[in-house]
């Protein structure tokens, strides 16, 4: 029986890969349905190939490690799970009641941390540039299967933490749309930001699918997987699930930033009547005032400085590498 172990799923993932290289390696469990990006060799003790709905797995994962914490993160994204909802409900919904019984069973005798990201899907907006920030209390009322589901686990997770020993420590993260350099995600609606920026920097042109007034808050990955971390070390919390966030640029305003550094960047806006209805419904800026009282986040990258110190120098350095 291996101690004190972290369990991360959907470790191949965008949020995954980022936190595998800041967790470190010799007490960290990756799992994921497809292989470990081999750039991530070293970064952890052992790599399972598996599905998060083999319960069978699970089990035989419970007697091998005693796992102190779980950073939940394999998904179906959000287009991708209106797409396919039934694939949705089974992975984001069953997927995390999988986990949950895992984290109940390995929480009988010993505090188990059960760290959840969450979404922005969560509300639903009729009127969204009338609407300050949203609150965690406010709109809950998500109009896709993603967001729904993301929703009802966060509960599920809560009602969790109340059953058996009460040694299940249920933490939730609502992010906003994240934008990292190293990494292009697949699936998501607020796919569109990084979109932009990395084929900009790749010399091709980008048909962005949602209007140039289209409004969402986004925060950059060392900024989302600082947040994380920061959440999961924070002692005593009054809420199970918080909102985090940075700086809420529309489509145009972001188009106007990576023309700054790539002046040649070409970039069209094609909206696509589905995911422009999405993002309709979700708000354009969140109140995280919560998360800054109660555990003192605060994010490092405002929208001049996440473009100018980690978001334009490390996406270059990879499209030059990749063309060299
Ligand atoms: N990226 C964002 O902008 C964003 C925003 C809000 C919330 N989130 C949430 O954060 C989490 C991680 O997101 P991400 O951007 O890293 O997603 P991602 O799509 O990059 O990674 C998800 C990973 O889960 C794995 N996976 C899918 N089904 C699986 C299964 N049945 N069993 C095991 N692994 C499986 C995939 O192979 C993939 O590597 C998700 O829960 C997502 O909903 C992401």
């Known amino acids: 029986m291996q101690e004190d172990i972290?369990?991360?799923?959907?470790?191949?993932?965008?949020?995954?890969?980022?936190?595998?290289?800041v967790l470190g390696a010799d007490r960290v469990l990756a799992l994921d349905l497809n292989p470990l990006d081999p750039a991530l060799a070293g970064?952890?003790?052992?790599?399972?190939?598996?599905?998060?709905?083999?319960?069978?797995?699970?089990?035989?994962?419970?007697?091998?490690?005693?796992?102190?914490?779980i950073y939940h993160l394999a998904a179906i994204l959000s287009t991708k799970?209106?797409?396919?909802?039934?694939?949705?409900h089974k992975v984001n919904v069953e997927g995390t009641m999988n986990l949950l019984n895992f984290g109940l069973?390995?929480?009988?005798?010993?505090?188990?941390?059960?760290?959840?990201?969450?979404?922005?899907?969560?509300?639903?907006?009729?009127?969204?540039?009338?609407?300050?920030p949203v609150g965690e209390d406010e709109r809950l009322m998500p109009t896709t299967v993603y967001g729904a589901g993301k929703l009802y686990c966060e509960r599920l997770g809560?009602?969790?933490?109340?059953?058996?020993?009460?040694?299940?420590d249920f933490r939730a993260l609502r992010f906003p749309g994240l934008i990292s350099a190293e990494t292009l995600?697949?699936?998501?609606?607020?796919?569109?930001?990084?979109?932009?920026?990395?084929?900009?920097?790749?010399?091709?042109?980008?048909?962005?699918f949602v209007r140039p007034d289209t409004r969402l808050p986004f925060l950059v990955m060392p900024d989302a997987i600082r947040a994380l971390?920061?959440?999961?070390?924070a002692t005593s919390l009054p809420r199970g699930a918080y909102n985090v966030t940075s700086f809420s640029p529309s489509a145009e305003e972001l188009?106007?930033?990576?023309?700054?550094?790539?002046?040649?960047?070409?970039v069209s806006f094609e909206p696509d009547p589905d995911r422009q209805a999405m993002v309709d419904s979700w708000p354009a800026r969140i109140d995280d005032s919560a998360a800054r009282r109660d555990w003192g986040w605060s994010p490092e990258y405002d929208l001049q400085r996440a473009f100018a110190e980690y978001l334009v120098p490390a996406v270059s350095d990879r499209y030059l590498e990749e063309s060299g």
């Open 158 to 168: 809560q009602h969790f933490a109340k059953q058996g020993s009460g040694l299940l």
């Open 105 to 132: 069973a390995q929480s009988e005798h010993r505090r188990v941390q059960f760290l959840f990201p969450s979404s922005i899907a969560v509300y639903g907006l009729e009127a969204k540039e009338v609407q300050g």
């Open 255 to 266: 188009r106007q930033s990576v023309l700054e550094y790539f002046p040649s960047a070409e």
């Open 81 to 88: 799970a209106e797409s396919d909802p039934h694939l949705a």
């Open 6 to 21: 972290t369990l991360i799923t959907g470790a191949n993932g965008e949020i995954g890969q980022a936190l595998l290289r």
């Open 185 to 208: 995600s697949a699936g998501g609606t607020t796919d569109y930001g990084p979109e932009m920026l990395h084929f900009a920097a790749a010399g091709r042109p980008y048909r962005c």
């Open 43 to 69: 970064y952890y003790l052992e790599f399972i190939q598996g599905d998060i709905l083999d319960r069978a797995l699970l089990e035989q994962l419970g007697r091998e490690f005693e796992i102190r914490r």
């Open 229 to 233: 971390q920061k959440l999961a070390s």
